[in-house]
């Protein structure tokens, strides 16, 4: 059974299988009765609601507050920004009628024709209309600015090709949408918002990103400019794991949102909007998992440790349990999430196969002879590596052990990044690398018609023009043309 749990397709065979199996063995969702969608399940949950809090404190530490918006949006709103419409129209689910009815012959029920809606209703992709249709009654002064909302939802995209957390129908996310009375204050809360991102996936998912801005052609439908954080995942692949937008006064002047100035003159509101979704999860999974199961980093684990038990008689479990207890009040005392699992329903084989596959940080397991010993056999989930320990001072151990596990991750994903970084300066050169992954740097002329001709020719996508690093100016590799400084080129998820 032990064994059956841990047999997973390996990476170097097929990657994108590996990863379909592992969210599925490590309990994470499963698939649902809707196309595209997923059930999540409560161990993917748990990983989900860490990064949630996490994220929700961050967000209130730089002035932002929780609301709600509604689920379902008139199909008229979405007309009034027409870049924002033609950026979504194809993945917006319908809805046409309000009521069903029994079939005529009895055998089920059908959509009663009669209740067709007046305003036929869509169901979000992204709140921006909705929204900003409510803000034309909350601003009215330069008094109420700047307006700070964050919203945790779901919302629909009706994707044809989907997996699970990185790219489903539906999905949770949370969506900030900001007000603010000048063009700078509203630049400066998206770059805000990019590095809160930017800080939650290196210090909590021990994941590193770059931060950049977006081309015309990938920017976010609607918006002035689109901020990113990219991360590149065990196979070379990029993944946008965040977007901030300077939305300028579009949506605005869209639903006619104004406020008196000091001036007592009336103007347009300026604005951002901004998102993170459960594709962290997949994130987190494609970043540090191996062939044995689930990675995770010690911050977002809802279990950082796990006690295992090792005995025959009910007289060895009492005295294990009489010499654990003490240890696990005190690590949640301090914190830790711990799990004495001393459930007779399992074998210990299958419970070590089990909380491996789920990634659990440290385990420990004690046994009568350990009892003797003084010692306890620790195994940390990141090296694969075990040994008999001292129990004195185990729990100092632990504390130590989970801050170097998070390190150590986040070093690793480092490295392996800045392997698979490479540059380009022939376009022979770069489709020659781009076969092989990763990140490439290249000179872009700044122009969508290049752009495009690199992605149909090799199905690569400018990531991101980053925010730090080399700014020398050069020669576009396709064109020849000037060049403002080198671009991340890379396929994606």
Partial sequence: MAKELKNFTKREDNYSQWYNELVVKADLAEQSAVRGCMV?????????????????????????????????????????????????????????????????????????????????????PTS????????????????????????????????????????TAEFLWQEGHTAHATKEEAEEEAIR??????????????????????????????????????????????????????????????FEVTFMNKENKPEYVWA?????????????????????????????????????????????????SAKVEPLVAQLRGKGISVKYDDADNKRPGFKFADYEVKGVPVRLAIGARDLENGT???????TLEKESVPFEGIEERIVYLLDDIQNTLFRKALEHR???????????????????????????????????????ETKATIRCIPLDGDKTPGKCMVTGKPSAQRVIFARSY
């Fill in 40 to 124: 999540i399940k409560p161990y993917g949950y748990a990983i989900w609601e860490k990064m949630q809090r996490q994220l929700d404190d961050m967000f209130k530490a730089t002035g932002h507050q929780n609301a709600y918006f509604p689920l379902l949006i008139p199909k008229s709103f979405l007309s009034r920004e027409a870049d924002h419409v033609e950026g979504f129209a194809k993945e917006c689910a319908v809805v046409t009628h309000y009521r069903l009815k029994t079939s005529p012959d009895g055998g089920g029920v059908v959509v009663d024709p009669e209740a067709r809606l007046e305003e036929e209703l869509i169901i979000r």
């Fill in 128 to 167: 921006e209309t909705i929204i900003w249709n409510t803000y034309k009654n909350w601003i009215q002064s330069y008094r109420d600015l700047p307006l700070l909302v964050n919203q945790w939802a779901n919302v629909m995209r009706w994707e044809m090709r989907t997996r699970m957390f990185l790219r």
């Fill in 193 to 254: 918002m990019l590095n809160v991102y930017a800080e939650f996936a290196q210090d909590y998912m021990a994941m590193p990103v770059i931060k950049g801005v977006k081309s015309a052609n990938e920017r976010f439908a609607g918006a002035l400019e689109t901020y990113t954080i990219e991360a590149m995942m065990q196979d070379g692949k990029a993944l946008q794991s965040g977007t901030s937008h300077f939305l300028g006064q579009n949506f605005a002047k869209a």
């Fill in 272 to 320: 951002t909007s901004w998102g993170v979704s459960t594709r962290l999860m997949g994130a987190l999974i494609m970043t540090h998992s191996d062939d044995n199961g689930l990675v995770l980093p010690p911050k977002l684990a809802p279990l950082q440790v796990v006690i295992v038990p090792i005995y025959k008689t009910d007289e060895d479990l009492a005295r294990i």
């Fill in 376 to 382: 306890v056999e620790l195994f940390r989930r990141d």
């Fill in 418 to 456: 800045e392997r698979m970084t490479v540059t380009a300066d022939t376009y022979d050169e770069f489709k020659e690398k781009i076969e092989k992954g990763g990140f490439i740097l290249a000179h872009w002329d700044g122009t969508p018609e290049t752009e495009e001709k690199i992605k149909e």
